[in-house]
């Protein structure tokens, strides 16, 4: 069981490496800006044999900025449908629905024209049944989706987007049990 998803870690890393390292070259001499709207597919793996599939939508504030240091922070909304299944104690494999609306900065660096970013952001999410694996179970099915990433784009107008997140969900101690979980997540973006 561990096995797979160190090989699953593993794919997910090198294929995004790989992906940052491709757009790496030519992209300074492209004008850019993150105002322009997204869709995605995401693939996350978790601990207990534990994996998500999403497909979502950003939607960014209009032309909201703000200067940081060297560069410059935008926000979105990311709305999000998921596909969650975990292995149980049985071996029969949990699967359910989640729903998200994640409110999220992201910062780039360059005046806001470097290719690679870092973001942060948090929201609520509803899954249609209490999360459950073979050692952990939540007691809500209203959480808290929160996540760090980092990413670049590429491509002749920097359409593409690649980035690597790292995402916690719980209940922020609404209810207990609130064990949360990890997800490490691998996303693909193309602009609008």
Known sequence: MHLKISRRLAYSWASGAALCLASWGAQSQVVFNDHSPTWYIQAAVASNDAHAANLGVTLPWQQWTYALGSGQITGHWDLFASHWSSRM????????????????????????????????????????????????????????????????????????????????????????????????????????
């Open 89 to 192: 104690t049985n071996d029969e494999r949990q699967r359910s629905y989640v729903f998200g609306v994640v409110p999220t900065l992201r910062w780039r660096g360059a005046q806001g024209q470097s290719a690679w970013f870092a973001q942060a952001g948090t929201g609520p999410t509803w899954s249609t049944a209490y999360y459950q694996s073979s050692n952990k179970r939540f007691s809500t099915r209203y959480n808290f989706a929160t996540h760090l990433a980092v990413g670049t784009n590429f491509g002749a107008r920097r359409e593409h987007e690649v980035m690597l997140r790292i995402e916690h969900f719980s209940n922020a101690g609404i209810k207990r049990p609130n064990p949360g979980e990890n997800f490490l997540q691998l996303r693909y973006a193309h602009r609008f």
